[in-house]
């Protein structure tokens, strides 16, 4: 028995090692919401969005992206199936990409005033359709320019047509006809040019009857069609202008709607980028017209005035009608009449339909929808409209996948813990109540009972652990057909040993889309779209939302945990209570007539929830829930309730309560050439162990951890077109400047970090021509260590110590390391160009750093002007993240490791660990070696004990 009892200890002792930091850093690649479709040769989709360009394929596994610096989106593009020219939002950026491998061949810019520029495939020499004309609308000298380019970048012709406003172009061989208007001193008339593509000569065509003009007053002015028409609304408003080269043809409304009175005050003409066909808009209807060649109408077809209207790329006649209302689409047929029904309701979750993107094939059609969320699916149908049975009027689709692209566009997030659930918490506290009352060797045996315990949620974990490492060796992504098919539950995470599972909550205001996401593996838990129809019920359907408010309301220990989400409009907020683990809502949401600018969650728990402060633009305030307990609760403790507000861009005022209001208490108004960049203060949960640190001489000299100082980062720009940046530490309660610091000849971008007893101001420095990193250390100058009170309205300031440092890489953003006790050394972590997430340690940028050792203190090397960007630096790793804009970092249960999320276009999840892994076993650790070793010592042990016995029992005898 004695023996089996070693055995029992060696192995507890071996799986509780066993049991170690298991994390594998997750990304999730998104592209955002997205603007145009087009598919590519061997069935993979190239698309646009707001935010970049990429390939993707039939899977919907991102092959490649392409983003221009600044994330300024994708204006427009084109592609021959083995390049694609890109041109950027502002129209200031082309770029040539290789269609296979995404690389970039060549990037050129222009320097225009425009936002209005379009691409077009042309042949120059013969040359296969490799080469490119752009047209711009320069918006300041009101002309159009030209751009003829070859596929290696360099520039055939120019040609600028001045006074000239292009609308629609048509290609003919080696013709271009330019439609669009004429700026005179007294009004706009309709010109057509004819632009030869292989030298660039212009000639305008001029005999257009002058009495048959366009309606200058509507969108979409003028529309061109494949049969080399340019067709607009007559400025009569009486029919429509046919423009064919030199001649036009009137089409008077009469005889298009023969026998049905209409008056056409709002007609407005679409264009649904139809070869064919065009769609005219008045009374809330919509009349989908079809001119052929003899320029005649052959076909109507009214729909109702919210749909859009698309066409089937692939097909002669298909067009796709969307309602998006009714979550259906219709496939019409304006030749034949035909029409049929894709019933999209299964989607409802999604909210309304944006978009659609058709494709037509052999058999079927390959549909691409986004949706109000973002969300953008793929469905296929079983048919087509041609093939489809006579006496069908619906047409039937298979799912087969879909990306959250509201990911990319992450406004608001909240990390916490994974909550114990209520039998783990009725556990727990039996647990330390018998522990409590336990002698020693008891405790042993919890301990050792706590060990099993442990050892079996591994090995019930083992399938699981098993079951994900099969998905992370597929390249397929979560099929939902099943979703569909049949409705399951959320999944739960689960607590553990190393706080390593946690909840993301995460809410995209653009999106109105709230998310709950596994920390451990990327897994989206669930998702939930914040329709928008209660809050603009009574605020008129095109209200903004906007969310205001995403917080952990309930204590930690409470379940279910409770997150408050709060919206607002222009007039009234909306209040939604939360399930933070499967999303589901806690109490009905509310809305109250209250416009919330800020709030405040106050430190006091009232029945396992911290009450809120709203506050609105007038610095009046309510109180959620607004009890009698909370209400009597906050009216002890209002005195030392304070907060700031940031107005307009030069205007920071404090406000504290006085007789039961808020009332300004202090303020800071910048001059006008002045803006605020940024405002930095330390994260209310940081936790510091080292209070003090002690100097070369051996004195102690004590850290100023004032969490109400917050830093303060402005620019100027003065007459000489020079920026001056400034640094103000202030004290937000009575509103005292603690310390100022200013810089001359700097240039964004500006980061401005506050933690401790540090700040850190980053900028590109135009004298040195470097990035330069300055660090603001303060300290206190006395300490009262009897005094029971302390204020922000009596203390001193503090003693403050600088140092300068230059970087050799541009920043997005920073963030600091944040650990369960704050022993652990703090490192820096910023964002870089490349998709790279680097570790500055903290102890580089200190601002007692002397280039005499015998003035440096302990534990501080040589001050050295440069920060050194080491391989063992980067965080990401080989990992590329497109448009990070934000890092949060949180604690876990290991004082070593900090958890870092990285927000922007992508998501990005790791570990951070600035003095290594000194409370846990290193994953690279011998195990083998180790059971060996125990199962050596074991054997030793039995035979040692045998021999023993033996050799007594020898001794006995004789």
Known sequence: MRNIFYLLLILIFFFSTFITCSFQPWKIENLGKVEKVSKGQKGNLFISTSLLFASLQSSSKIEWTHSFPQNQGVNTFVDNNQYIYILSNNCKTLSLIKASNGNILWERNFELSTNKCNLELISINNNAFNDLLITFYDDINRSTYFYAISINGNTHWTKKISNFEYETKQMKKNIATIGGFTNTNTNKQLSIYSINLQN???????????????????????????????????????????????????????????????????????????????????ED?????????????????????????????????????????????????????????????????????????????TNFYNIYIVFEDHTFISIQTLTTLTTLSINRNTIEY?????????LASISHTQIIDTPPNAEEIRDLAEELKEEAQA????????????????????????PNKLNKLINDLSDLNLNLNSLFSKKKKNQIVESDRFAFNKIIVAASTKANKLFGIDSNSGQILWSKFLETSNLCKTSGCNCQLQINTLQLISSPMHYPPEFVLIRTDSEKSEIIWFNPVDGQETKKSEIINFLVKKTIILPWLIDNEHPLLLIDENTKFMLLPETHEIVESFKKRQDHIFYYTKQGNNLINGFGIKDNKFEKTWSINFPNNTKIISISQPSPTERVSALSRVTKEGNTIIKYLNKNCISIVTLTTDEEISKTAELLLVDAVSGKILHHASWPNVLEPILNLRSENWAIIYFWN????????????????????????????????????????????YLNCLAVTMTSHGITQKNIIGSIPGGQLINLDKRLIDARRSQDPTKNDDGLKIYSAYLPIGLYSFLSKNQTLNGIEKIITVETALESTSFVLAIGIDLFATLSTPAGLFDTIDPSFNYALLMLSNLVLFIVIVALRSYSKRQELNHKWK
């Open 200 to 282: 660039g000569n212009t000639q305008l065509i001029n005999n257009i009857q002058p009495q048959l003009n366009c309606l200058l007053s509507i969108k979409n002015k003028l529309i061109s069609l494949s049969n080399e028409n340019f067709i607009c609304i007559d400025s009569n408003l009486k029919g429509l202008n046919v423009f064919n080269g030199f001649e036009a043809t009137p089409i008077n409304f009469d005889d298009i709607f023969s026998g049905d009175k209409f008056t056409f005050s709002n007609i407005e003409l679409l264009d649904i980028s139809s070869e064919n066909y065009i769609a005219l808009k008045f």
């Open 439 to 462: 002698s020693i060797f008891e405790c042993f045996i919890f301990r050792i009972s706590h060990e099993f315990n442990q050892l079996k949620v591994y090995i019930l974990d083992l």
């Open 766 to 809: 135009s004298v040195n021509s470097q990035y330069q990193i300055s660090v603001f250390d303060m300290y206190e100058p006395f300490i009262d260590w009897e005094a029971k009170n302390h204020s922000s309205f009596d203390a001193l300031n503090p003693i403050v110590a600088s140092q300068a440092y230059f970087l050799n890489t």
């Open 398 to 406: 298979s799912f087969l996948w879909q990306r959250n692209e509201a």
């Open 285 to 361: 209807k919509i009349t989908i017209l079809n001119i052929d060649d003899t320029i005649s109408i052959n076909n109507i077809f009214p729909i109702d005035p919210n749909s859009s209207i698309h066409p089937i790329i692939g097909s002669k006649h298909d067009l796709m009608i969307i309602q998006k209302n009714k979550l259906i689409a219709n496939i019409y047929n304006p030749i034949t009449n035909k029409t049929v029904d894709l019933n999209l309701n299964r989607f409802n979750m999604f909210g309304k339909i944006e978009k659609i993107f058709a494709f037509e094939e």
